[in-house]
C-alpha cells in the first residue's frame, strides 16, 4: 500500500440558476450574474434552488447513499475575500446524504457523505501567485453555484486508484446529466494523504483529475522521502502548483479549523417526501455499469469494446449507438470505433464532441468498403483525415477520386510493375511464392491502396502465367 | 454575560429538540429559473478595477 | 407648516431620524393613502441611506426596498426618512448608536427606549398621519413604543417578510410598526404581512384585515397574568398602571386569572446566546469590501478588513460579536448554542401551555419608566439586560404581542404588554383596542 487517501471532491451541478438566488450559472463578463442574495449584501436572504436538490438527490441514490429526512443548511463561518457573506451556506449536521460507495471493478470505496453547498467567488492574484501578489481581484459570477461535495472514506491506496477513483466518478455524474465534463474548473478536489502512520496532509482546490494525480505522486513522494530521512511530517493545508508541479505549504494546521457552524437560519427545513424522492429516482439514468452490460447484450459487442466506449464518455456510447442505427452490423461498427476512429481522436487530442464526426459521416467508412468503393486499407487511410476535417467520407472519395481501379486501369500497372521487377519474377518463377507478396506491395503503392489486394493477386498471376513465369 | 452561559447549563433539557425557529414551517424551494438582476453591482464600492472588485492581497 | 418642515422640527429636538429628506406626496389612493412612513434605519429603502445606526454601513445605498417598505408604498404611503436606532439592534436605550441619539418627547432628558428609538420618538411627536416601520429581535418594538407612549406592533416570527431588513438575529427579528393608535397599527400591519418568496422564513398564510379585529371587544376573553411578570424589579408605579389596565379589561367582560410562566428567568440566558450566535455570523460580511466603510487597501486581508471593522464597530457589537463567536466555537457549541435553543423550547412550550387555559397574557411592557441618561450610564451591562427580561420571552418564543400606552407613572408613559399564541394578532387586536377606548 503506497498511502492512504481521502478526497473530498467538490462538483458544479448543471442547473440554470445559483443554489440560493435566481443569477444565471453560464459564462458571462466577470460580476454580470450577480444579485444582491450572491454578494450578500445586507438585508438579502437566500432562497433554495429545488432543482440542485433533485440532482443531489440522483447523486447521492447513484451511489447507493442514504437519504436525509429534510434538506437543512448552515452557516461555516471564516473571513476570506472570495465569501461574500464570511460564512459559506453548506450542508454540517445533516448532509444530503450518507454511507455510500463507488465500485472500482473489484475494490468498493465508500462514500461517507454528499452534501450540497455555494462555491465561493473567483480570486485572480495580480502580481504575483497565491502568497506573494500585490492585490486580488474578486469575479463573483461563480459565488452562489450549486456544489455538490463527494467525501470518500480513506480508502484509496495510490495516485492510480484515486484517478481511476476520479473517472469512474466523473462518468457516473455525467450520466447523471448533473455534471459538465467540458466545463472549466467544474471538478475541484480537495485530497487528504498520509504515508505509513505519518501526519495528514491536506491538498486543496486542485482542479482537473490530470492535476490530482500530479499532486498526489508528489505529495507522497515528499512525504515518503521526508520519512525516509527521519524528518516529521507536519499536519498542514498545502496548495498544488499546476504550473510547477509541486505542492506547497499555506498554513500549519495544529487543530481543526474552528467554522463555528450554526444552523442557517434563514432557511427553514425542506422536507425529503417520499414521493418527491420516488419521482426523482424514477428518473435516474442509465449509469455506466449498466451500459456497459446493455451495450454488450443488446449490440453483440464484447465486454472489453463495451467498456472502452462506455468508459469513453457519455457522447462517445451515444455515439456508438447512433451508429448502429444507421448500420447494419455494430460489431463491426464497434471494431472500427474502437481500433481507429478512437485511436485518431487520441492522437490528435480531441473529444469526440468537439471533433466534427458524426455518426452519418463515420458509417459511410463501412458503406463505402460495402460498395466497392474503396478498399478496407483505404478506408482506414482516410480516418485521419476524415477525423480531423469532418469532411464526409465519401466527399473525400469523390474529391481525391480514391475509388477502387477497374481492371482495365490495374492492368498496365500489374505489367509494369511486372516489368520493372525482374529480380522478383526471378525469385517467384525459382519458387519463391512469396515474391507475389512483394510485386502485390509495389502496385498497391502506386495505385495508393485504390484497389483490393486479392483482385491485384489474381491479376499478377495473370501476367506472371503470360511471360510463362510459373514456378515449376 | 459569561452568567448566561452558565445559567442554561442549570436547566434540564434532556429529550428537547432544539427549535431553529419558533415557529414550525417546513420550506418550499424555488425553480430553477435564471433570473438576471437589473443593476450595477460595483455603485456601493469604493475598490473597483474595470469590472472586478478590488481586495488586498492574501498572505 | 408643510410636514415635511413639521418633521425638520420635531428631528431639531429629538433627533430622531439618521436620514431626512423631502417627501413625495403621499398616494390619495391605497389603504395608507395619505399617510408619511418613517423607517428604523436597518430597513432597506431604496434611494435612501441605510446605515443601520452603524458607521460600518456609512453612505450605504440599498438597491432595493424591504419587503414591507415597498408593500407601505405601494398602498400610498410616502417615506419621510430613516429613523435611529441602536448599531444593528443591539441596545435598549438607543444610546448605542453610530450617529445621532434619540430623545423622548415626554422628557427630552430621557431615553426613548430602544432598539427603535427614533421611531417611537417620531410617533409620539408627529402632527401629521404617520406610522412607524420598525423592528424588533429582543423587545425593540415594545420597549420604546412603552417608553414614548405609543402603540406598538410586534406581530408573530413569520408574519412579515424580513427581505430587506439589515439582520441582528434572523431566528429572532420580526418586522413591525408603531403608530398613534391601534387601529393605525393594525392597519399597517394587514399591509405589511403576508407571504414573500424572497423570505423563506415568511409564514405561508395570507395577511387578513387586522384592523377588523380592533373594535371587536374582550367580552369573555380569557386574559392571563403571568406572576413571573410582576416580579422584584418592577416598579411598583408601574405595576399599578398595569394593574388598573387589566381591570379595566375585566370591566368589560375579560376573565383575568393567574398563570406562570417558569422558564421566563432564564429565557434572557437562551435569547442572548442564540442572538449572539446569529448576530456575530450576520455582521462577519462587513469587511470593507463591496459595500459600506472603506478604507484604503494596504496590508493583507486580515489586516484590512480588521481594520476597517475595528473602525466601524461601536464596542457593543464588538462585545456581542466576540461572545457569539464563542457561544459557537467547537467545543462550546453543544454547551451553549444547542443548549440554548433546547431552552428555546422549553420557554415557546411555556407559551404555548398557557395559551391553552387563555386567550391573551397582560403585563407590564418594562419595568420601568424611560430612564434618564445619566441613569443609562450609570447601568452595569448585567443591569442593561434585566431591562430586557419582560419582551425578551415572548420575542424568544416568536408570540405576537402589542404594547398599548397604560397611564402615566411620575408624568411619564407606562405601556401594557398583550400577547397572544402564535398567527393570533387578532386577539391582541381585540384587547388593545378595547383598552384604548376604555
Known amino acids: 500500500m503506497e498511502a492512504t487517501i481521502g478526497l473530498e471532491v467538490h462538483v458544479h451541478l448543471a442547473t440554470a440558476s445559483k443554489l440560493f438566488c435566481g443569477c444565471p450559472t ?200 521526508a520519512a525516509a530521512m527521519g524528518l516529521d511530517v507536519s499536519r498542514e493545508t498545502r496548495h498544488f502548483d499546476a504550473a510547477t508541479g509541486v505542492t506547497v505549504s499555506l498554513r500549519k494546521k495544529e487543530m481543526e479549523d474552528d467554522y463555528g457552524y450554526i444552523v442557517e437560519p434563514d432557511l427553514v ?16 439514468p442509465e449509469l455506466p455499469d449498466r451500459r456497459i452490460e446493455r451495450l454488450a447484450e443488446q449490440y453483440g459487442i464484447s465486454g472489453f469494446q463495451s467498456g472502452v466506449i462506455v468508459n469513453a464518455g457519455l457522447a462517445m456510447s451515444r455515439f456508438y449507438e447512433a451508429s448502429c442505427a444507421l448500420y447494419r452490423d455494430p460489431v463491426r461498427v464497434a471494431s472500427w470505433l474502437v481500433t481507429y476512429l478512437m485511436k485518431s481522436l487520441n492522437y490528435m487530442g480531441l473529444g469526440i464532441r468537439e471533433s466534427k464526426v458524426r455518426p452519418e459521416t463515420f458509417v459511410e467508412l463501412l458503406e463505402l468498403i460495402d460498395e466497392g468503393v474503396i478498399s478496407e486499407r483505404l478506408a482506414k487511410e482516410l480516418v485521419k483525415e476524415y477525423v480531423g476535417t469532418g469532411v464526409p467520407p465519401r466527399t473525400l472519395v469523390e474529391m481525391r477520386g480514391l475509388g477502387l481501379m477497374g481492371v482495365e486501369d490495374l492492368r498496365p500497372v500489374v505489367e509494369a510493375v511486372v516489368r520493372e521487377n525482374p529480380g522478383a519474377v526471378e525469385d517467384y518463377a525459382g519458387g519463391r511464392v512469396k515474391a507475389v507478396e512483394y510485386l502485390l506491395g509495389q502496385v498497391l503503392r502506386r495505385v495508393e491502396a485504390r484497389a483490393r489486394p486479392d483482385e491485384v493477386r489474381s491479376l499478377l498471376l495473370e501476367e506472371l502465367c503470360r511471360f510463362g513465369k510459373l514456378p515449376r | 454575560m459569561l452568567d448566561a452561559f452558565s445559567e442554561l447549563d442549570a436547566v434540564d433539557t434532556s429529550g428537547v429538540e432544539p427549535s431553529y425557529h419558533p415557529v414550525a414551517a417546513e420550506g418550499v424551494p424555488r425553480g430553477d429559473e435564471a433570473k438576471p438582476w437589473d443593476w450595477d453591482p460595483f455603485l456601493n464600492s469604493g475598490h473597483v478595477e474595470g469590472r472586478h472588485f478590488r481586495g488586498p492581497r492574501i498572505t | 407648516m408643510t410636514v415635511y ?72 404611503a410616502a417615506v419621510l426618512g430613516k429613523t435611529a436606532m441602536d448599531e444593528f439592534g443591539f441596545g435598549t436605550f438607543s444610546v448605542n448608536s453610530g450617529y445621532g441619539v434619540p430623545l423622548n418627547p415626554c422628557d427630552t432628558g430621557r431615553s426613548a427606549g430602544g432598539s427603535s428609538g427614533g421611531a417611537a420618538a417620531v410617533t409620539a411627536s408627529a402632527g401629521f398621519p404617520h406610522v412607524a416601520l420598525a423592528e424588533s429581535t ?235 441618561f445619566e441613569e443609562i450610564a450609570g447601568l452595569e451591562p448585567l443591569q442593561h439586560y434585566m431591562m430586557d427580561v419582560l419582551t425578551v420571552a415572548p420575542n424568544l418564543a416568536g408570540v405576537p404581542m402589542i404594547s398599548v400606552p397604560c397611564g402615566k407613572c411620575g408624568g411619564m408613559p407606562v405601556g401594557l404588554h398583550l400577547m397572544a399564541d402564535h398567527m393570533r394578532e387578532d386577539l391582541v387586536m381585540r384587547a388593545a383596542g378595547a383598552l384604548e377606548v376604555a
Open chain 1, 26 to 225: 453560464g459564462e458571462a463578463e466577470p460580476n454580470l450574474n450577480t444579485c444582491p442574495i450572491c454578494l450578500g449584501y445586507p438585508g438579502s436572504k437566500p432562497m433554495v434552488n429545488g432543482r440542485a436538490i433533485e440532482q443531489g438527490v440522483l447523486v447521492a441514490l447513484a451511489l447507493d447513499c442514504r437519504l436525509a429526512p429534510y434538506v437543512r443548511f448552515s452557516r461555516k463561518s471564516y473571513f476570506y475575500p472570495d465569501m461574500p457573506k464570511n460564512y459559506q451556506i453548506t450542508q454540517y449536521e445533516e448532509p444530503l446524504a450518507t454511507g455510500g460507495h463507488l465500485q472500482l471493478g473489484d475494490r468498493r470505496i465508500r462514500v461517507r457523505r454528499v452534501h450540497l453547498e455555494e462555491d465561493p467567488a473567483r480570486l485572480i492574484h495580480v502580481g504575483g501567485g497565491i502568497t506573494d501578489a500585490k492585490y486580488t481581484l474578486i469575479d463573483y459570477n461563480r459565488a452562489g453555484v450549486p456544489l455538490v461535495e463527494i467525501v470518500t472514506e480513506p480508502d484509496i491506496r495510490d495516485t492510480a486508484e484515486a484517478r481511476a477513483f476520479l473517472e469512474k466518478l466523473g462518468l457516473v455524474l455525467e450520466h447523471l446529466g448533473v455534471y459538465d465534463p467540458s466545463g472549466e474548473g467544474s471538478l475541484r478536489v480537495d485530497a487528504n494523504v498520509s504515508v505509513e502512520g505519518g501526519q495528514r496532509v491536506e491538498v486543496k482546490n486542485i482542479t482537473g483529475f490530470r492535476n490530482v494525480e500530479r499532486a498526489l505522486s508528489y505529495e507522497v513522494v515528499r512525504q515518503r522521502s
Open chain 1, 269 to 284: 427545513r425542506i422536507g425529503l417526501k417520499p414521493e418527491w424522492v420516488a419521482e426523482i429516482a424514477s428518473r435516474m
Open chain 3, 5 to 76: 418642515e413639521s418633521a425638520l422640527r420635531l428631528d431639531g429636538m429629538y433627533h430622531a431620524f439618521n436620514h431626512l429628506e423631502e417627501p413625495a406626496e403621499p398616494g390619495s389612493e391605497g389603504r395608507l393613502a395619505g399617510y408619511y412612513l418613517s423607517v428604523k434605519d436597518n430597513l432597506c429603502v431604496r434611494g435612501m441611506p441605510a446605515t443601520a445606526g452603524s458607521r460600518i454601513l456609512e453612505g450605504y445605498m440599498p438597491p432595493f426596498d424591504a419587503t414591507a417598505v415597498a408593500r407601505c408604498r405601494a398602498e400610498g
Open chain 3, 138 to 372: 429582543g423587545g425593540s418594538i415594545s420597549c420604546p413604543a412603552a417608553f414614548c407612549g405609543v402603540v406598538g406592533v410586534t406581530p408573530t416570527y413569520g408574519r412579515v417578510s424580513r427581505w430587506g431588513l439589515i439582520d441582528f438575529a434572523n431566528s429572532l427579528d420580526k418586522v413591525g410598526c408603531m403608530a398613534a393608535t391601534v387601529g393605525e397599527a393594525a392597519l399597517t400591519l394587514s399591509v405589511i404581512s403576508g407571504p414573500d418568496e424572497y423570505d423563506s422564513t415568511a409564514q405561508r398564510v395570507p395577511a387578513p384585515d387586522y384592523a377588523a379585529y380592533v373594535g371587536g371587544g374582550v367580552e369573555g376573553m380569557r386574559v392571563g397574568v403571568p406572576r413571573e411578570y410582576f416580579g422584584e424589579g418592577v416598579d411598583p408605579g408601574v405595576a399599578d398602571r398595569v394593574w388598573a389596565g387589566i381591570k379595566k379589561l375585566e370591566s368589560l367582560g375579560a376573565i383575568v386569572s393567574d398563570v406562570s410562566l417558569p422558564y421566563t428567568g432564564v429565557s434572557l440566558s437562551s435569547y442572548y446566546v442564540v442572538a449572539m450566535a446569529e448576530a456575530s455570523t450576520n455582521l462577519a460580511r462587513f469587511s470593507g469590501l463591496r459595500y459600506g466603510l472603506h478604507m484604503p487597501l494596504e496590508g493583507n486581508f486580515d489586516e484590512y478588513f480588521s481594520a476597517v471593522r475595528s473602525a466601524g464597530f461601536g464596542e457593543e457589537a464588538k462585545r456581542r460579536i466576540i461572545l457569539g463567536t464563542y457561544a459557537r466555537m467547537a467545543g462550546y457549541r453543544d454547551a451553549y448554542y444547542l443548549k440554548a435553543l433546547r431552552v428555546r423550547t422549553l420557554v415557546i412550550g411555556n407559551f404555548k401551555r398557557a395559551f391553552r387555559d387563555v386567550d391573551v397574557l397582560a403585563a407590564p411592557t418594562m419595568p420601568v419608566v424611560a430612564p434618564r
